[in-house]
């Protein structure tokens, strides 16, 4: 605030003056005070400074000292540690050079031991070539013990080898892959070399016993190496040829697709997994396989021949002949191909082409029993009995005993009985009933039937009885056998009915509609004048073969005997139609009106019976008409 010094006196002023000195005065002793205290209080810090400096210096340097003494430990134990740093690694390296020492001595005993192992089998190979196969299996016994050692030291594994990949398997109808072959345990491959052998020499062996017993071994031995190599495709074939063997065709078919699956170039791997699946009647699969073996080489006929067996199971019988004469062209001398073809042929009912094949067949081996005895079945059913009984009197001769020839000597005895050669074909058959006991069920039923007929129809009826009655106690229902017994005891003197209607019936039971069954069940109610029973069966025989004049013959006499004069009369002229001098008809027609009482009729078939064939039942023709005269 501004002032007026006009306005303020003397007074005023001097007490300003006196009061500003007074402030000074006051603020000066107060400033003295008060830097008398600042000093104190300077110097007392200063104090602690110079405390805390000297505390500060004295952690600095018991710091220092510390860090010192540390480093001077660090330095120790650097030192230490370098020293055990150097120690280890000392012992490391000698632990590694006794480690590399002990790894070279094992390396090289390893090594001599398996080119030991590998002496071993080179030797049993070498002895298997020159045909020791007592010496062979000793050496492969001995590499295999030794292998089994080995691995077994070895915690079972094996040191990986590379295999040479050039084994020969042109003759089984492949070939081998080429190119870098893949690395496998020692121990497999040895087993597989050592059963692939095995497996060629078993082939090759002619001993049935030494070829199971080197198979076996073979199949051992490929199984090993499967079990550390499943990719072994030859081992895979060996284990599946050996299952093939012992008709395991399952484990054959596992075995032989694992050895396509690895090798797919092979045809003979090919054609034996067809084999093992035709045998397991999986046709479609076997056509397969077979057409491949057949694309890998064209030229490997087992496949070829194979593949014309499984078109003809599958009913494909043009590509079946197809495949047959595609083998011709490889070998016209391929005996099997060519009757298969003429079974095709035959199945095709083509007897022409059926026969010509199997003149083929005998052309390359005419003791070929089975295309002598299927020719002679054709020629039977072309009604050729002469070419028939050549063909099966050929085999016979050639067969020894056993099942075929007792049938072929069957087949021989119906050949000659058709063409009425009954002595020769009743010896023959003979022979055929003394072998039967080398024969199925069926064919001895047959065979014993073909010889107690043959007897009946040489007049031996009592001998056929025995014999009949022998059929039906293998075989009750055998319908021939109770027709033929029925007959014959119906032609004894007297006739024995009840027998034959016991035996008849049984036949009519299992045949109601057959023509002989009912034509003899008449016969024999007939013969016990049981007239309705015999119409019956009398028409049932007609009614099976309609133009069978025995049949209506014996029927118009059941009419006639039973009273139905109008059907008799009907039924004798519908037999006069188609022949109209059946005499013996002429004459029971001629008795027909005589019990119609139409005389003049009955004088005119019995005067037409005495004109023509004067002395046919003359006496009886006679006494009739001198009862209508």
């Known amino acids: 605030m501004k002032m007026s010094w006009k306005k303020i006196g003397f007074a005023a002023l001097s007490a300003a003056i006196t009061a500003a000195i007074t402030a000074a005065v006051n603020l000066f002793t107060n400033k003295s005070k008060t830097k008398t205290q600042t000093q104190a209080a300077l110097e007392i810090e200063a104090a602690k400074l110079e405390n805390a400096k000297k505390l500060e210096e004295k952690k600095t340097e018991e710091r220092k000292k510390r860090l010192e003494d540390e480093e001077n430990h660090r330095c120790k134990m650097n030192e230490i540690a370098e020293e055990q740093r150097r120690k280890n690694e000392l012992a490391a390296q000698r632990a590694a050079e006794e480690q590399r020492r002990k790894a070279e001595a094992a390396a090289l005993a390893a090594q001599k031991e398996r080119q030991e192992i590998e002496a071993l089998v080179q030797k049993g190979i070498a002895a298997l070539s020159s045909g020791d196969i007592a010496r062979a299996e000793e050496y492969f016994k001995a590499a295999e013990k030794r292998l089994s050692a080995s691995q077994s030291a070895n915690g079972n594994s094996s040191p990986l080898v590379q295999t040479d990949g050039s084994k020969d398997l042109q003759k089984q109808g492949g070939s081998a892959s080429h190119g870098e072959q893949p690395a496998v345990p020692f121990t497999a491959a040895k087993e597989s070399q050592m059963a692939d052998a095995l497996f060629t020499a078993a082939q090759n062996s002619e001993s049935k016993e030494e070829k199971r017993r080197l198979s076996d071994q ?49 045809a003979f791997y090919y054609y034996n997994l067809g084999r093992s699946q035709f045998m397991m009647k999986k046709y479609d699969a076997a056509e397969a396989s077979f057409a491949r073996s057949c694309e ?38 391929h005996e099997n191909s ?32 089975a295309a002598l005895n299927e020719s002679g079945v054709i020629c039977m059913a072309q009604k050729d009995f002469s070419g028939a009984e050549a063909f099966f009197a050929k085999s016979a001769a050639l067969l020894r005993s056993g099942e075929e020839k007792t049938i072929t000597l069957y087949n021989l ?39 107690a007929f043959l007897l009946e129809k040489t007049g031996a009826a009592e001998e056929a009885i025995g014999l009949y009655s022998e059929v039906l106690s293998e075989n009750p229902r055998h319908k021939k056998s109770l027709v033929n017994l029925g007959a014959l005891y119906m032609g004894r003197t007297p006739p024995e009915p009840d027998a034959a209607l016991s035996l008849l019936r049984t036949a009519f039971e299992e045949e109601p509609e057959s023509f002989e069954v009912n034509n003899n069940l008449g016969s024999a109610y007939f013969a016990k004048q049981e007239w309705k029973s015999a119409m019956t069966h009398f028409e049932n025989a007609v009614r099976a073969e309609p133009d069978n004049v025995e049949a209506k013959t014996n029927l118009a006499q059941a009419y006639s005997r039973g009273g139905e004069l109008e059907k008799a009369d009907s039924t004798f002229r519908e037999i006069l139609k188609t022949e109209p001098e059946n005499w013996d008809a002429l004459i029971e027609l001629g008795k027909v009106c005589i019990a119609r009482s139409d005389g003049d009729s009955a004088a005119k078939y019995l005067e037409y019976v005495q004109i023509k064939n004067p002395d046919y039942r003359a006496a009886e023709v006679s006494a009739l008409l001198e009862s209508v005269r």
């Open 338 to 369: 060519y009757l298969e073809e003429a079974r095709t042929y035959s199945k095709k009912g083509d007897s022409e082409h059926a026969l010509r094949s199997y003149a083929e067949v005998l052309r390359i081996n005419p003791r070929n029993c």
């Open 413 to 451: 005895s119906t050949a000659q009985a058709e063409q009425q050669k009954l002595s020769e074909a009743l010896e023959t058959a003979k022979t055929a009933y003394d072998m039967r006991d080398q024969t199925d069920e069926k064919s001895r039923t047959n065979i014993t039937y073909n010889y």
């Open 218 to 266: 073979a199949a051992a031995l490929a199984e090993k190496a499967i079990a550390q190599n499943e990719d072994d495709a030859q081992s895979q074939f060996i284990v599946g040829m050996n299952s093939l063997e012992k008709r395991d065709y399952r484990k054959a078919y596992a075995h032989l697709s694992k050895a396509v699956e690895t090798d797919m170039t092979n």
């Open 296 to 333: 890998l080489d064209a030229n490997f006929i087992p496949s070829r021949y194979n593949l014309g067996l499984t078109k003809l199971r599958r009913d494909n019988l043009d590509g079946a002949l197809s495949d047959f004469q595609k083998v011709h062209a490889l070998d016209k001398n």
